[in-house]
């Protein structure tokens, strides 16, 4: 059970560092597409906005990795890191989703 955990998690964490990275480097001020495609519902920022929600999706990682750590520790410090993160992240993609629009 726990190998499916480790494999699929990890597979989710890399595509998310990746695609981040990715997002990071395209662009003179780098920008953030926050969804499945262009278009079809994505968030699509630049400039400063882009930069807040690129922070917030590498606080999701670092959220997913947390709960990882929590999965196969149970200590209530990779817990509150999880939860801490995960509000985090949210609040940044949310600000940088509005930012974009302002």
């Not at 955990?5 to 997002?23: A, C, E, K, Q, R």
């Not at 590498?58 to 149970?74: C, D, H, M, N, P």
Request: aromatic fraction near 14%; avoid cysteine.
């Amino acid at each position: 059970m726990y190998t499916y955990i480790i494999l699929v998690g990890g597979f989710v964490v890399s595509i998310l560092g990746f695609l981040t990275y990715d997002n990071m480097k395209n662009g003179q001020a780098g920008q953030a597409i926050y969804g499945v495609s262009r278009g079809n519902g994505a968030i699509e920022a630049s400039g400063y906005p882009a930069i807040i929600i690129n922070v917030g999706i590498v606080i999701l990682i670092l959220s997913a990795l947390s709960y990882f750590g929590y999965i196969f520790t149970k200590r209530k410090k990779f817990e509150a890191l999880y939860i801490s993160f995960g509000v985090l992240s949210g609040l940044l993609v949310i600000s940088g989703a509005i930012l974009r629009n302002v």
